[in-house]
Each structure stands twice: as C-alpha cells, then as structure tokens.
C-alpha cells in the first residue's frame, strides 16, 4: 500500500483552553533546531524510497513556521520519498497567522489543501477558549487563501461548549456553507484530562451543556450540513463531492502512515510507534539515533480489532470482502454474534458490502466500537 506521510509542528502560540495535544506555546527558541531535527529524521528514514500519495503537516500550529521552513521540509520529503503527483499536501493553519501571500506562497511549495482551525464563529466562544483570532479574522483567511489559489479548504468547528446554545451551533454551520470550504471537521466537546477546561468545570467555574442539548446540537449539524450539499463520510467529518480527506481516511482504512516529530505515530500494518514527546530530546536524536518511545506488535487477534472500530467510524463501515482480503476468513468467524446483537439494538445496520453504524449509532459510537475490543 501507498504511505501517508505525517509531519509533526509542536509550536502554538497560545495553548487553548480545551487542547491536550502534543503542543507547547513558548518554546519558538527551538524552532531552527527542531525543522533542522525534523529533515534529519525523515532523511534517516528506513523506509525512504516508498511511494506516498499523501502528506499532512499538523500541529500545534504549523503556520507559525516560515514558508522557508515549510519549503525545507517538504523538499526533504520529496528527496526521500517516491511522492505521487497527485499527492495530497495538507497543512493545518490558524487565522491568525494566514494571509493571501503567504498562502499564494505555500501553493508555490506544493500545499495543495488547507486545514484551518476555526472552532467558532463566535467572538465570545473564540475568546473563552483561548484562540487568539476573532470570528472576522477566520473568514478572511478562508477568503484569502481560496483567492491564493488553494481551493481545497477544510475547517475546523466544535459544539457541545460551555455557555453555546443550539442557535450558536445553527449559526456557525450557516456561515459555514456561505465561505468556499469544501470540507469540514465538526466536532462533539471532548473533555480531556489536564486541560484547562477540565480543571475549570471540576471548580465549577463552567457547566457543560445538558447531554440532549449536545445531542440536539449533533442532530442541527448533520442534518444542515447535508442542506448545504455536504455527505457525512466520517463520524466528525464532512466533505462536499471528492473532498473526503485522503490522509485522514488512511487512518480509518487501516492503511500504513509515517510520522515525523514528536509525539508523531505510525503504522506499517504490523507495528504501532510513537515518537519521544520532549522537544530538545528529539531535537538531539533525530537523524543520530531512535527517536521512538513506545511501540507494539499488533498480532492477529488486535489487528482485527482495530480494523473493525476504525472502518466503522466511517459511514462505509466495514466491508466483509475487503475484511476477508486482509484477514484470510469471514468477518462472522470473529464478529458474526456481535454484530447480530448490535443490529438487534438498532446500533448497526447491514449494508450491501457489510454493515455500518446506524443513524441511531452515531450517538453511541464508543458503546459500538467497544463491542469489538475482545
């Protein structure tokens, strides 16, 4: 199979109330050292000469480098790595720091498709969460870089805030469908350990919306965003005709990726790794030595596992022929009783090529996923 290629930009310049993301704001002393780290490792790489069809440079915030620095890194990419014409090329970037010029200017490098991370387009939500551009600053940079050229342009909402109603939702999703986005990431409020926010709503500084309110949300999202002419071909995703994200979809497809920086992870279909967290640590092993921290063996009995949660995050869901290819016998042989029940409960549904999370099953999408972990 064809490689996606992960590249990891650690640096923010604000750390947001919600983020426990492998990010640091702060810290831009080791930028040069850190791009420098960055093409050393994917120089060193074992698996240079293998074609990529797909490169996503994610962060942190990736717009905070220099287009330089960008240029750098993809050029070690392409020295290293077979990259198919065709490649999809994401960089994910904030408002704050895009611009006409220096989108027109990632074009020139070969980013083909741009992820911005929005959130809101509410200046009270945007400021409660710690971002540090306004509703206006993102519609202007969504502007600016469909006029540079890059019409493949994704972004970034979430519902299920403290202190957001459903009519805030509806009004994010409308302005949405009036900018040129042919892709979007619309995500449910997860609350993560050691953010702020959890911190804040154990004090009781901020209460989470009521669960039907949060579920009342969902149901606004998915049934507007189909209004305005986009499928829902992921749990959180959304894309208008072929805008499926080509990168991310390898990760639900069970298709081998490659990270680069810290705290980056791959997958070559036998292995799962994860690079150090510490930045000067990599800064120091990258290109010298191994900059893995962590790693597992994924036998036969976890592959299976693993493939069927995560093709059922896809509303394709899980193809019994495909299954058969890979693992060499029927998905009933491992599966056939839970997925008998999970239809029963009207969580799942069958399809003409296997079966799928149900419209029902969306909102239960962990109870569905933890049925196939044995």
């Given at each position: ?16 109330l919600?983020?426990?993301?492998p ?13 420098q780290?960055?093409?050393?490792d ?37 020295r ?21 010029d ?6 020139d ?13 509410s200046?009270a ?35 299920g805030?403290?202190?957001?109603t459903?009519?805030?939702v509806?009004r994010?999703?409308?302005r ?19 953010t702020?926010?959890k911190?804040?709503l ?8 009521p ?6 949300m ?10 305005y ?9 959304y894309?208008?005709g ?16 490659l990270?680069f ?56 869901g ?6 058969a ?33 149900s419209?029902?099953?969306?909102g239960?999408?962990n ?8």
């Amino acid at each position: 199979m064809t490689l996606g290629l992960y590249v990891h930009i650690p640096f923010c310049r604000h750390k947001c109330l919600y983020c426990d993301f492998p990010s640091y704001a702060g810290l831009e002393r080791y930028r040069d050292g850190y791009v420098q780290a960055l093409c050393r490792d994917i120089a060193a790489s074992p698996y240079a000469g293998k074609e990529a069809d797909t490169i996503y440079i994610g962060g942190g915030t990736p717009s905070l480098l220099a287009v330089g620095e960008i240029g750098r890194i993809l050029e070690t990419l392409r020295r290293t790595f077979r990259i198919a014409d065709d490649a999809e090329i994401t960089m994910e970037a904030n408002p704050d720091s895009l611009s006409y010029d220096k989108a027109a200017a990632l074009a020139d490098c070969g980013v083909n498709r741009l992820s911005l991370g929005v959130q809101s387009f509410s200046d009270a939500m945007l400021s409660f969460l710690g971002r540090v551009h306004t509703a206006a600053q993102g519609e202007r940079a969504i502007q600016a870089a469909y006029d540079a050229g890059i019409h493949n342009l994704s972004l970034d909402l979430m519902y299920g805030l403290p202190g957001q109603t459903l009519a805030d939702v509806r009004r994010d999703v409308e302005r949405l469908s009036q900018l040129p986005v042919v892709h979007a990431s619309i995500y449910s409020l997860i609350v993560e350990e050691g953010t702020q926010l959890k911190a804040g709503l154990e004090k009781g500084d901020w209460q989470l919306p009521p669960d039907e309110a949060t579920e009342a949300m969902a149901r606004t999202v998915h049934d507007a965003m189909h209004r305005y002419g986009f499928h829902h071909y992921e749990i959180s995703s959304y894309a208008k005709g072929p805008f499926e994200s080509r990168h991310n979809s390898k990760y639900w497809t069970y298709e081998p990726y490659l990270g680069f920086g810290v705290s980056a992870h791959s997958f070559d279909g036998k292995m799962r790794w994860a690079n150090v967290a510490n930045i000067p640590a990599y800064i120091q092993k990258a290109g010298k030595g191994s900059v893995v921290a962590e790693s597992v063996a994924i036998d036969a009995e976890r592959a299976v596992e693993d493939y069927c949660f995560l093709a059922l995050r896809r509303r394709a869901g899980i193809d019994y022929g495909d299954y058969a290819r890979r693992f060499g016998k029927a998905i009933e042989d491992d599966f056939g009783p839970v997925i008998d029940q999970l239809v029963r409960q009207g969580l799942l549904e069958r399809t003409a090529q296997g079966c799928c999370l149900s419209e029902e099953g969306l909102g239960y999408g962990n109870y569905v996923f933890s049925k196939f972990i044995r």
